[in-house]
């Protein structure tokens, strides 16, 4: 599906829950209807909270993201590109599984115990109660995703920072004089040559550690901070299409299908060219596979932008409508399936 077709089916799909949220209605009503969906959304994102596997998940994202600075001497001279790959991937796939896992406990857990049933019975609307749960969900997991972010950023500043700190507390500790080589080795380019052959003062390891902080707040973190955030768009696409498929499946077939719909998005332009003619013509299936599923491919920016490259704005605009043109559709999506739910 390309700009144009998006925009189209967002338009469409506006106009839907323009009508069926109550927007064309008095602004008292379109208050009220906003005001219940978030209230479900803050009790959602309590619930998700406190689930286990929520943190379970991201103790063990921050484990993994930590042990590949072990193993990116096998990089042979790559190992910054690892350490930072390893951790962007690690943050998409950890949000992928709190979506899959959280939008199967809050939502088809409830619709299960007919808890849900106990809400709907109030004057919720059926629309009220998808779109509460959506912005709970995502909003549990841009919380756990923002927490690994901060994870990645100190584990990538500890990794390629010039400034061996171990050493230098250890030379401090034990009153140890730094020659101007040493010093050069230990501190990198913010060495100070006044301080050799003297007893290494902790004034000066915190004048190095600023100096260090300074330098990645400036040139790194910047890239590293939009490149995760980049990443999340793809995680909330996948929540909405978690959320519609649990309006009817279990967690288990909700994992399959979810993580089948993720490989397939990022298969998407190998399964075109797997489905091209010798006239370069992509065949009908080709179409209608990049019609039906999102290719995550075009969302696929944040390791470029995460090492400095420059991406130009009319693309980050067109990746934000992309984004936001899946997350409606899948929304409608899981609105239709649960309107015809049974519940009772």
Not at 63 to 80: R, V
Not at 324 to 334: D, P, R, S, T, V
Request: net charge neutral; glycine share 6%; with cysteine.
């Amino acid at each position: 599906m390309n700009i144009e077709e998006l925009v189209f089916a967002v338009a469409l799909i506006g106009e839907f829950w323009y009508t069926e949220f109550g927007f064309s209605e008095s602004a008292a009503q379109s208050n009220r209807n906003m005001y219940i969906s978030l209230a479900i959304g803050a009790n959602t994102f309590r619930e998700s909270i406190r689930q286990p596997v929520y943190w379970a998940i991201v103790a063990l994202t921050t484990s993994l993201m930590i042990l590949s600075t072990l193993f990116a001497g096998f990089a042979l001279g790559e190992e910054s590109k690892l350490v930072r790959d390893a951790g962007l991937t690690s943050i998409t796939i950890a949000g992928l599984l709190l979506a899959i896992f959280l939008s199967s406990s809050v939502v088809a857990d409830e619709i299960d115990k007919r808890t849900a049933l106990t809400v709907l019975c109030k004057p919720v609307r059926r629309f009220q109660f998808i779109l509460g749960k959506y912005l709970g969900i995502t909003s549990a997991v841009l919380a756990g995703c923002l927490l690994l972010t901060a994870v990645f950023l100190l584990t990538v500043w500890w990794y390629e920072s010039p400034v061996k700190y171990g050493f230098l507390i250890k030379f401090w500790w034990s009153g140890i004089q730094a020659d101007a080589r040493q010093l050069k080795l230990l501190a990198g380019p913010y060495a100070d040559s006044s301080l050799a052959g003297e007893t290494l003062p902790f004034a000066a390891i915190l004048a190095f550690l600023k100096s260090d902080c300074h330098h990645f707040v400036s040139a790194v973190f910047p890239h590293l901070l939009l490149g995760s955030l980049l990443s999340l768009w793809e995680v909330f696409v996948l929540a909405a299409a978690a959320l519609a498929i649990s309006t009817r499946v279990s967690m288990i077939l909700n994992v399959c299908i979810t993580f089948s719909l993720f490989i397939l998005g990022h298969q998407a332009g190998y399964l075109v060219h797997l489905f091209t003619d010798e006239t370069e013509t992509p065949s009908r299936f080709a179409v209608l596979l990049l019609r039906l599923i999102p290719n995550f491919e075009f969302l696929n920016y944040a390791s470029d932008i995460a090492f400095g490259k420059i991406v130009p704005t009319g693309l980050v605009g067109q990746l934000a409508l992309y984004t936001a043109g899946w997350i409606a559709i899948f929304l409608l999506l899981a609105n239709i399936l649960f309107a015809k739910r049974e519940l009772a």
